[in-house]
């Protein structure tokens, strides 16, 4: 810096020379002319500048341009620390919207995953319990979860019942039946009204002998005669002495009064789960039809376990209750029947 301030004073100061020379006067122009030319700058000159410089005369200049300098260094110095308070800003932004987008994603994530959670079926909670039913939770489509012994209910593949159609039509054997008047008892299991009898009452089909344990009955019939169901039906348990098992369907259509079910219903316990045991005798074979052809095929239980390999016989003529009958059933039961399962391809015979 000093050095510019002694250039500039050296200048200064030939100027200053240069306009303090006299004018030539106009007739001695060709004297002027022919006049030897100046002489040229040497160190020494620019000596003789600088120490006119350093004179009192030239330190408002150097003042001047020294406090200019200072000026630009502040406003260089002014620049650069808005520029770097700028930069620090956008990159306080930049980490800001950074940070957001992030938010935003961990936000849509576990927005995502509520979505999924409430969309997905909660997954089945294992439980295990021996009440069934007919309707919700605990009914038909849920019999097999319920209870591990009853896993027959949703995996078996010979279930019952099913629509009686496509039957093979061949010479089946008559049935032998050897019921007796006997002593009864009577339970609303809440299920049905189950009716339990004595010994003594036994068919003989196929070669075997099968003893009547209990029968009961459904609303609507479980089973369906190609298609058509009926208004109720009567199923009839035998068991054979290796503990085989028998059921005996009596689809049951509106008509006249039966004997052998006004009889069981003049017998109905008050309460659920009470038994009554009356001190008359019930002829089952009054519930059977005069026809006593029939439908067979291998199926299971209708309830819960749903155990497989049962021997099935279904009437095909129907027997008739009274409406009155029907309508005393339907007020403790509107609906106690398994639906239809799927026939998988099992063979049906059925009399000529």
């Known amino acids: 810096m000093r050095n510019l301030i002694a250039l500039f004073a050296c200048s200064l100061a030939i100027s200053t020379a240069g ?50 300098a200072l000026s630009e260094a502040d406003a260089e110095a002014e620049l650069s620390a808005k520029i770097a308070a700028r930069l620090a800003v956008m990159r306080a932004n ?112 196929q070669n075997r002998s099968y003893e009547l344990q209990q029968f009961h009955f459904h609303r609507p019939s479980e089973e369906r005669v190609n298609g058509k169901g009926f208004e109720m039906v009567v199923h009839m348990h035998h068991k054979d002495p290796e503990g085989r098992l028998a059921v005996l369907a009596v689809l049951l259509e509106r008509g006249k009064q039966n004997n052998m079910i ?18 008359v005798v019930l002829d089952v074979a009054e519930v059977l039809p005069q026809r006593r052809d029939y439908f067979t095929f291998m199926g299971s239980l209708t309830t819960p376990p749903c155990n497989e390999g049962v021997l099935w016989l279904v009437m095909k003529q129907p027997m008739q209750a009274s409406p009155a009958q029907m309508a005393l059933f339907s007020r403790m039961y509107p609906l106690n029947a398994r639906p239809i399962q799927a026939s998988s391809g099992r063979m049906i015979k059925e009399s000529n």
């Not at 935003?104 to 009440?131: G, W």
């Open 262 to 279: 006004q009889t069981v219903w003049n017998n109905l316990p008050l309460e659920k789960l009470d038994v009554v045991n009356p001190n």
């Open 94 to 205: 930049q980490a800001a919207r950074l940070a957001a987008a992030a938010k935003a994603r961990k936000a849509s994530v576990s927005r995502r995953e509520a979505i999924v959670a409430i969309t997905q079926a909660p997954p089945a909670r294992p439980f295990h319990s021996e009440h069934w039913s007919y309707e919700g939770e605990t009914g038909p489509a849920n019999w097999g979860k319920i209870n591990s012994a009853w896993s027959k209910c949703g995996t078996g593949t010979r279930q019952s019942p099913i629509d009686l159609r496509d039957g093979m039509k061949v010479d089946l054997e008559q049935i032998t039946f050897d019921y007796k008047p006997s002593g009864f008892s009577v339970v609303d299991n809440g299920h049905t009204v189950q009716v339990t009898v004595g010994g003594g009452n036994f068919i003989t089909v």
């Open 19 to 68: 306009a303090n020379d006299p004018p030539a006067a106009a007739s001695s122009g060709a004297k002027a002319a022919a006049k030897p030319a100046a002489k040229p700058i040497t160190a020494d000159t620019i000596k003789l500048a600088a120490l006119a410089a350093s004179k009192p005369a030239a330190a408002p200049l150097a003042k001047e341009a020294a406090s200019q």
